[in-house]
């Protein structure tokens, strides 16, 4: 029997060699979870069956494991190594630095798992807002580690605004959808009610002959 692989490219993980604790699991069965990992492997799977595919769990965070360590619904792969190949590419990216050149490659969920982490072993100044003035700027005396911590604030906050209006905006278009489709519902029946009323006239026009000719015939008779 072949031995089970993990799909992401150069990961040598297979069921034979695994380290002790490292379990494989399944692709996602939601079409909402596999485009959500199909963004963040298309680059990292040369291929990807969503029935046969195994991730070695080397590549998801503790946190996308419950106590069982089985993998929660909402688990993406967000762990992954540095190939020898994107070594090489940004080695020959001209006119950027290495950091430059290494944020350029990582995806935003890498990016951001990556700040979380770094700010979880890093202490906020329990004295923070002494150093700060009413114009929320640092006071000149104030150590790098508040300036720091300041610029690490105001970037928090900003993406909190961010989300803020991503969320609203997201319910602005979700309010535009439901118009547009109870629009659209409006017109079928503006357009059903059309056809009824050429119904109800074609009909009232061929009662109408009808009676022309019952009056024609009458009129005959009595003629006689």
Same mark, same amino acid.
């Given at each position: 029997?072949?031995?089970?692989?993990?799909?992401?490219?150069?990961? #040598?993980?297979?069921?034979? %060699?695994?380290?002790? *604790? !490292?379990?494989?699991?399944?692709?996602?069965?939601?079409?909402?979870?596999? %485009?959500?990992?199909?963004?963040?492997?298309?680059?990292?799977?040369?291929?990807?069956?969503?029935? /046969?595919? =195994?991730?070695?769990?080397?590549?998801?965070?503790?946190?996308?494991?419950?106590?069982?360590?089985?993998? #929660?619904?909402?688990?993406?792969?967000?762990?992954?190594?540095?190939?020898?190949?994107?070594?090489?590419?940004?080695?020959?990216?001209? *006119?950027?630095?290495?950091?430059?050149?290494?944020? &350029?490659?990582?995806?935003?969920?890498?990016?951001?798992? &990556?700040?979380?982490?770094?700010?979880?072993?890093?202490?906020?100044? !329990? &004295?923070?807002? %002494?150093?700060?003035?009413?114009?929320?700027?640092?006071?000149?005396?104030?150590?790098?580690?508040?300036?720091?911590?300041?610029?690490? #604030? #105001?970037?928090?906050?900003? &993406?909190?605004?961010?989300?803020?209006? !991503?969320?609203?905006?997201?319910?602005?278009? /979700?309010?535009?959808?439901?118009?547009?489709?109870?629009?659209?519902? !409006? =017109?079928? /029946?503006?357009?059903? %009610? +059309? /056809?009824?009323?050429?119904?109800?006239?074609?009909?009232?026009?061929?009662?109408?002959?009808?009676?022309?000719?019952? +009056?024609?015939?009458?009129?005959?008779?009595?003629?006689?």
């Amino acid at each position: 029997m072949s031995p089970i692989r993990c799909a992401i490219e150069n990961c #040598k993980t297979t069921s034979h %060699n695994k380290p002790p *604790g !490292v379990t494989f699991h399944r692709c996602p069965t939601t079409t909402e979870m596999r %485009n959500k990992w199909l963004r963040i492997l298309k680059h990292r799977c040369s291929v990807l069956d969503w029935m /046969e595919s =195994r991730i070695c769990s080397k590549h998801f965070e503790l946190k996308y494991f419950d106590a069982q360590k089985k993998l #929660k619904d909402h688990a993406v792969p967000t762990l992954f190594s540095v190939t020898s190949n994107q070594k090489t590419l940004m080695r020959n990216e001209p *006119g950027k630095s290495k950091v430059e050149r290494l944020l &350029n490659r990582m995806p935003q969920s890498d990016l951001t798992n &990556n700040i979380k982490q770094s700010l979880s072993k890093m202490k906020e100044p !329990v &004295n923070l807002d %002494n150093f700060v003035t009413d114009e929320l700027k640092c006071k000149a005396d104030a150590p790098n580690e508040a300036q720091l911590w300041l610029m690490i #604030k #105001k970037q928090d906050h900003l &993406n909190t605004r961010l989300m803020d209006l !991503v969320v609203q905006t997201k319910k602005h278009v /979700e309010i535009l959808q439901k118009s547009m489709e109870e629009s659209r519902m !409006v =017109r079928k /029946e503006q357009e059903q %009610n +059309i /056809e009824s009323l050429k119904y109800i006239v074609k009909c009232l026009q061929e009662k109408h002959a009808t009676l022309e000719e019952q +009056i024609e015939i009458l009129t005959s008779i009595e003629s006689r």
